[in-house]
Structure formats: structure tokens, C-alpha cells
């Protein structure tokens, strides 16, 4: 019994198959930590780019304070969004449809763009646009069928209305 336990044949697999597991779980943990990071920077920056878009179209787009007319320039800025191309080509993100981004637009009274600047022509202020988008992130072990599959990516933005 003792030259068993004197015994150290077979101690180097024994020890890689207890480490190997850890190994896996943190490469492919670094892995799907830095894809989320990336796919939620680029929906941040994508709305972004949308509402900055939106606020460059000209004041006639926005009569009233109201959202463009759908297939106008509110299809633009969700293609804007969706695909950083207003005609609207290949989504960003695998998943993201054009019915994940919403896009409003309001008028406030009163704060930052109320009846100044170049907005004193406005009786309601300044025409707001916001973009929104839920974006469904699946992980990298929901693709391999382990663990959670689909998480959601929320980002939002608004930029005042100043036309071309």
C-alpha cells in the first residue's frame, strides 16, 4: 500500500485534467466578457450616430414636434441605426431588426432649447429627437447551448434638432 502512494506516474494528467475545466471557463469567459462589451459600445455608438442624423434633417421633417412619417426620414434614422447607412444595408448586430429601435421626438418648453438661440422661432422649443434600441445579445455560450442564451443590449440618445 505504501509504494501506491510513493507511486507518481500519472500525477502530470491527473492535475491537467483538474485545471483544464478552469483553464476553459476563464478563456472563454474573457472571450464572452469582451464580445458583450463590444456589441454594447456598438449599439451605444449606433444610436448615437442615429440621433445625430436625425438631428441634422431639415426642420420641415419634424412638423409640430411630431416623428417623421414612417418610410421617410424615420425609416432613415433607424436604417441609420440598424446599419450606419440610411438606405440601410447589413445590421451591425446579428439580431438587430429594424422593429428593435424606436425612434420619438419632443418639444420641450421649458430647459436648454426653449425659445433661444436659434430656436426662438419656436413656440414649443426646440424639436428633441431621441433614439432608442433594445437589441437582443446572444451570449457565446447560449450559441453553444450552454447557460443563458439571449440577454438584451439597451442604449438611448438625443440630440436637439438643428436642420441642414
Known amino acids: 500500500m505504501a509504494k501506491f502512494f510513493k507511486d507518481q506516474r500519472g500525477s502530470a494528467a491527473t492535475e491537467m485534467a483538474l485545471s483544464v475545466p478552469l483553464l476553459l471557463v476563464l478563456m472563454f469567459g474573457t472571450f464572452e466578457l469582451g464580445n458583450y462589451f463590444l456589441s454594447e459600445h456598438v449599439v451605444q455608438k449606433s444610436v448615437r450616430d442615429a440621433s445625430r442624423y436625425g438631428a441634422r434633417l431639415a426642420m420641415t421633417n419634424y412638423p409640430s414636434c411630431t416623428v417623421p412619417p414612417s418610410g421617410t426620414a424615420q425609416q ?21 431588426v429594424d422593429t428593435n429601435t424606436v425612434v420619438t421626438i419632443s418639444c420641450p418648453g421649458t430647459g436648454t432649447y426653449a425659445n433661444a438661440g436659434i430656436y426662438s422661432d419656436f413656440p414649443n ?40
Not at 436604417?79 to 439580431?95: C, E, M, W
Not at 437589441?135 to 457565446?140: D, E
Request: charge should be positive; glycine fraction near 14%.
Open 76 to 96: 432613415q434614422i433607424k436604417n441609420v441605426a440598424r446599419t450606419g447607412d440610411p438606405n440601410g444595408t447589413t445590421a451591425r448586430l446579428r439580431g438587430w
Open 125 to 164: 422649443g426646440a424639436p428633441v429627437i431621441t433614439v432608442t434600441a433594445t437589441v437582443p445579445y446572444t451570449t457565446l455560450f447560449g450559441a453553444l447551448g450552454l447557460g443563458a442564451t439571449t440577454i438584451n443590449l439597451n442604449a438611448q440618445s438625443q440630440a436637439a434638432v438643428i436642420g441642414a
